[in-house]
């Protein structure tokens, strides 16, 4: 069995490369050189029956993932069900399955039958979930990689560039280690005076990898937490090795993308983004946010949206969405609406100012939609139409003009008919 990464390093248009193909506007031969190049990857385990493949690169549209799953105190199977459906509707590009507690197999058995986008998950947590943080070893994490990619998980997140030496780097900081992969395996390798496990591990990983042509998500175990801890050694320590990993990946055939930082300054992005390009042979770069300021808990999901913009317009290829209860507890089905939607508008605005192929199409409609108070026309081109749907009919209940004339009317409540600039402009046209 060969992988999307085999197939295009031979040459061979497989019908996933096709389908990415038509939904990216791009010729199938520019998606095979782009996969070949391990510029980007389509991550399609064989397994995963009913998936709509997905490509993630940065010359490609800039993809979301949304992150759900349980933990050991808050949701239920249930739960993470909706979750899944909402991330889905609102655009997610990819979802992983976080879950850390209850029947964790069960759950994303259940998440891979619905899911039609690539699922993702990070196998240190079943691990710790079924087995106890002590039992964190080279048997246990090959057992629970091998054990999900055969249940058909698209990409997995493994931590196998934090090395034994960089955790001394990581407890300067004011944050320490802020990844949960990245804290355990930490004081996994600190109890027991040894190296990583997932390092040591690599060349089996990549063969189960290899086998259901699983993607590999190299983890940032270090990422910053703060502002204060960004663009550290310890971080770029962790991005060198992760540099190496990608290159061993493409010798075994095996499809990677990066994880990167986290929080960032806004001035630090840039040069964040080229970094991770030059080190990692410009392989796919996977971003959480980043996060440009500590001090709005309520609010990350903006916060990281902005971060998100930046790292896409440098070089970004997938974001990893935030929510407003980011630092704060488990995401809701709500927060995840919101989580989804704030990344949604990040991406797309991404994807116009780099002016990928028809990016700007979907606003030029609006906007003619906009001049022609063709509500209806504006609802359905709208990122989120039950939310600008919903707005409309708010404002015309509040309004004090009858709310059937309303409805269909050359103004909104903002301007009224005799300030609205859009109208006058209209008649002005109609005069030339």
């Known amino acids: 069995m060969s992988t999307q990464y085999q197939h295009a390093c031979n040459g061979v248009v ?29 991550p399609c385990n064989v397994n995963h029956k009913n998936l709509d493949p997905t490509g993630i690169g940065r010359q490609l549209y800039t993809k979301i993932n949304a992150n759900i799953g349980n933990s050991a105190t808050s949701s239920c199977p249930h739960d993470e069900f909706v979750k899944l459906e909402t991330a889905m509707r609102c655009g997610a590009d990819t979802v992983m399955d976080l879950s850390t507690g209850g029947d964790i197999q069960l759950i994303r058995r259940a998440l891979l039958a619905k899911a039609t986008i690539p699922v993702g998950t990070v196998p240190i947590y079943e691990v710790v979930a079924r087995f106890g943080a002590k039992n964190i ?5 090959l057992q629970v990689i091998a054990e999900q990619a055969e249940q058909g998980v698209d990409y997995m997140t493994i931590h196998a560039g934090l090395k034994h030496a960089y955790v001394p780097l990581a ?26 496990p997932i390092y040591e591990c690599f060349d089996e990983i990549l063969e189960i990898c290899q086998k259901y042509d699983v993607t590999l998500s190299l983890g940032d175990g270090l990422r910053p ?19 190496e990993l990608v290159f061993r990946c493409r010798q075994a055939g095996v499809q990677a993308m990066v994880e990167g930082p986290g929080h960032i300054p806004a001035n630090e992005i840039q040069m964040n ?18 996060v440009v300021t500590d001090c709005a808990p309520g609010y990350d999901h903006l916060v990281a949206a902005m971060g998100g913009l930046l ?40 994807d116009i100012a780099l002016k990928k192929p028809q990016a700007q199409q979907r606003d030029d409609a609006i906007s003619d939609a906009r001049a022609a108070f063709d509500w209806e026309k ?21 309004s004090k003009i009858d709310s059937d004339s309303m409805h269909g009317s050359p103004y909104c409540t ?19």
């Open 137 to 141: 070893s080279r048997q246990t994490l």
């Open 225 to 243: 937490g703060s502002l204060a801890d960004a663009s550290d050694a310890a971080q770029f320590a962790e991005l060198e090795t992760l540099g």
């Open 414 to 432: 903002m301007c009224g008919p005799d300030f609205c600039s859009v109208r006058l402009s209209a008649k002005l046209k109609n005069k030339q």
């Open 378 to 398: 504006q609802f359905s081109l709208a990122l989120d139409p039950k939310r600008a749907r919903a707005y409309r009919a708010e404002a015309i209940r509040e």
């Open 171 to 196: 407890l300067k900081r004011k944050l320490g280690i802020v990844s949960r992969g990245g804290a355990l395996l930490a004081a996994h390798m600190e109890e027991n005076q040894c190296e990583n």
């Open 273 to 290: 983004m080229e970094r991770e390009q030059i080190l990692c042979g410009d392989a796919p770069f996977y971003i959480l946010g980043p």
């Open 311 to 350: 790292g896409a317009m440098y070089g970004a290829a997938m974001l990893c969405y935030v929510t407003p209860k980011e630092h704060l507890g488990l995401p809701n089905n709500e927060d995840v609406h919101r989580g989804v939607m704030a990344f949604k508008i990040a991406a797309h605005a991404a």
């Open 14 to 42: 497989t019908p996933e490369m096709a389908r990415v193909a038509q939904r990216e506007n791009r010729t199938e031969k520019f998606i095979l050189n782009e996969v070949a190049a391990g510029r980007a990857v389509i």
